[in-house]
């Protein structure tokens, strides 16, 4: 590998990015209920009609996922193990 990879690498393990990243990841969970709440309430009060739209719920759910998979990754990094999907 290449010095600028090496480089690349070191910083995507360093805990103390990892701890960071892990406290600002703890919110977003909350952004996405909040947003999947809205979501839920903007449907009940549209007409019958535009209900067969769940692509707002899709995208939620799967940001949700993401984050999720962010969090297990920064915890997997600070007990000293790969993240999930490093080859």
Known sequence: MTPEELHWRASAYDPDKAKR?????YILPGCAIAASI???????C????SRTDWSGALGIA?????ILLGIVNNRRILSGKK?????
């Open 62 to 66: 799967l940001s949700l996922i993401s």
């Open 21 to 25: 990243n892990l406290k600002l990841q």
């Open 46 to 49: 549209t007409d019958v009609i």
């Open 83 to 87: 993240p999930w999907g490093d080859i």
């Open 38 to 44: 809205g979501w839920g309430v903007y449907l009940f």
